[in-house]
């Protein structure tokens, strides 16, 4: 009720609301449907303006009345494959009506006394993040937050992440036994040796909704829609997504066999200690959620920091042999990192290339702490 009442009466933008609609006016204001909702030819919504969603509030209404079942089998799914097709598209009434949702169990792994648990395979992002922490179990944590030392180990844990996406990955996505392998024991310790010996020797010694209520129950939730295609379904309010522009379809060897399930890098995470959520946290961000989240992770649970200030750590980001290291970093470490060999990549302000990150903290005392990312 909320949310329809939200839609159908307007919110008014704030201003990162409305810097992420210049960001994707392009394709919010590609066709007729989307002009109407963010603003005619000559001028999208700015902060201040009021963006309402009537034909949303409707459809709203409709699915609290007729249930989930109408998008794929009702009238809702017929306005949808009719529209998508008239103008090319390939989604079918039999495509919506075949959906079926899959219940996994969670990818698990052990670190720092904690259990991370995280979307399993197919998707990619939770089975990497949890290699990462496992590594830096073996590990341990390579000096205090923003120090070079601990970037380095961050970009080289990054590195060991990308190298497991070859090989056999994108077969055992889908065939089973990623897990395992990646984070057994021996593959464990045979990664971080490989990758110990890349680090200074000054060395040794990832939209999300994060929840918990008042009897600890937790819940990690990341949904996308990519940026969007700009496909708005007349008189629905529903904008369709792009999610076969993900780069992780990559990560199969090509875009997978029709009736497949597509892999995502989304996370969304909980860290439990002794069998009780201590961390929520998930985050958007394309290929660099995972690393928005790892680090997120490390920080709280490595780091001891609490989730505001882990949230709000300028992070790094390795794309290929180069190092993006994000605003509010220490100059200084950056050129010990640089020293080391490390090509990086120094952006001058915090920026949402970095992640988007939400969060909630539960205390051993039972209190909470939440941050969303001011990204």
Request: proline share 5%; charged share 25%.
């Amino acid at each position: 009720e909320p949310a329809i009442e939200l839609a159908r009466a307007g919110v008014v933008l704030t201003k990162p609301q409305a810097y992420l609609h210049a960001i994707l006016d392009l394709i919010l204001r590609h066709m007729d449907e989307g002009r109407e909702i963010y603003g005619p030819d000559d001028k999208r919504l700015v902060a201040g303006d009021r963006l309402v969603m009537a034909d949303l509030a409707q459809t709203l209404e409709r699915l609290a009345e007729t249930g989930a079942d109408d998008l794929y089998r009702g009238e809702l799914a017929h306005a949808l494959s009719a529209h998508v097709r008239k103008h090319g598209g390939e989604i079918t009434t039999q495509d919506l009506a075949e959906y079926r949702v899959i219940t996994r169990r969670p990818v698990r792994a052990s670190f720092l006394g904690h259990d991370y648990e995280s979307n399993p395979p197919p998707s990619t992002g939770g089975v990497l993040i949890g290699l990462g922490v496992r590594l830096v179990d073996r590990m341990r944590v390579a000096g205090p937050p923003g120090s070079a030392e601990a970037m380095a180990q961050l970009v080289e844990i990054m590195r060991e992440q990308e190298a497991a996406r070859g090989g056999a990955f994108g077969r055992e996505l889908y065939r089973g036994g990623l897990a395992r392998r990646l984070l057994d024991d021996d593959e464990v310790a045979a990664i971080a040796g490989r990758l110990q010996g890349r680090l200074p020797e000054l060395q040794r010694g990832t939209t999300h909704i994060a929840v918990v209520d008042g009897r600890g129950n937790a819940a990690s939730l990341t949904a996308s829609t990519g940026s969007g295609s700009g496909v708005i379904v007349p008189g629905t309010g529903i904008q369709l997504n792009n999610m076969l522009g993900e780069f992780d379809l990559s990560a199969t060897g090509g875009i997978p066999a029709p009736g497949s399930r597509f892999t995502s890098g989304m996370a969304p995470t909980v860290v439990l200690r002794d069998g009780r959520p201590r961390l929520v946290v998930g985050s958007a961000g394309s290929l660099r959620l995972r690393g928005a989240i790892f680090q997120v992770v490390v920080n709280v649970v490595g780091q001891g920091l609490g989730v505001e200030e882990a949230i709000e750590r300028p992070r790094v980001h390795l794309d290929e042999n180069q190092v993006h290291c994000e605003g509010g970093n220490d100059p200084a470490e950056l050129d010990r990192l640089e020293s080391w060999g490390y090509e990086l990549a120094r952006w001058r302000r915090r920026n949402l290339f970095f992640g988007g990150v939400a969060g909630v903290e539960l205390h051993e005392d039972g209190t909470l702490a939440a941050a969303g990312d001011p990204r």
